[in-house]
């Protein structure tokens, strides 16, 4: 098993401009989670899905995130525009009818 | 609010000595309680979990934790630390019958050889 596959690992990018994350989570699984890494908040859940719908947006910071999960193996998180702010390392995680998430790698994205 | 703490940021130790790391919540119903390692470079690895049962959880890697109810706690502890230890250690809570995780803060563990 491949496990959740995160791209890209790392991103670099000017303030303002558009970044798209993207998450293929485990083959069957059914919920996805979008989560945020940072030294001041920890780890903070953004978003999840369940079926490929969205069931919990609350932790998304504000209207410049979203994420998209149009079939049960790929996900997007964008952020548009991007500031230096929502600099951290974004994870993606996938769970079948269990509460053990299974996490990928992570992007670290630096928006300069 | 409903929170999980970890109160410790950073802790140095050296090889051999003791650990443990504070993880508390302020939830009030039924948890299931997690704790995560991320190694330098790796993403999060589980490293034991507690459901119901014996409250002292066995984990790999020689951890443990125990569930102490009365105190909303669920420490992580182990006799002997190894340089191979140093890593960011994560306590995740998750309300029964809720699928929502939430995380602590982390802390940050250097082993010193």
């Known amino acids: 098993d491949a496990g959740v596959i995160q791209s890209p690992r790392h991103e670099v990018t000017e303030m303002g401009q558009e970044v798209t994350l993207r998450c293929k989570p485990i083959?069957?699984?059914?919920?996805l989670f979008w989560y945020r890494q940072t030294m001041m908040r920890g780890l903070e859940l953004l978003i999840y899905?369940?079926?490929?719908?969205?069931?919990?947006d609350s932790g998304m910071p504000e209207d410049r995130f979203s994420a998209k999960m149009p079939n049960a193996s790929f996900s997007t998180l964008k952020i548009q525009p991007s500031e230096p702010r929502d600099s951290a390392v974004y994870f993606c995680?996938?769970?079948?009818?269990?509460?053990?998430?299974?996490f990928g790698p992570g992007t670290r994205l630096t928006v300069t | 609010a409903q929170s999980v703490s970890q109160h410790n940021h950073h802790v140095i130790l050296s090889e051999a000595a003791s650990l443990e790391l504070g993880c508390n919540y302020s939830?009030?119903?039924?948890?299931?309680l997690f704790w995560y390692v991320q190694y330098p470079g790796q993403h999060l690895q589980l490293l034991l979990k507690?459901?119901?049962?014996?409250?002292l959880v066995k984990g790999i890697k020689g951890f443990e934790a125990e569930f102490i109810k009365s105190k909303f706690s669920f420490n992580l502890r182990k006799p002997s630390v190894q340089w191979s230890d140093t890593a960011e250690y994560f306590c995740?809570?998750?309300?029964?019958?809720?699928?929502?995780?939430?995380f602590g803060a982390g802390t940050r563990l250097t082993v010193k050889p």
């Open positions: 995680a996938s769970s079948y009818e269990s509460r053990r998430r299974y």
């Open positions: 083959s069957g699984h059914n919920s």
């Open positions: 507690y459901f119901s049962g014996d409250p």
């Open positions: 939830y009030g119903g039924t948890v299931n």
């Open positions: 995740a809570v998750i309300l029964y019958n809720n699928n929502d995780m939430r």
């Open positions: 899905f369940n079926n490929n719908v969205p069931i919990d």
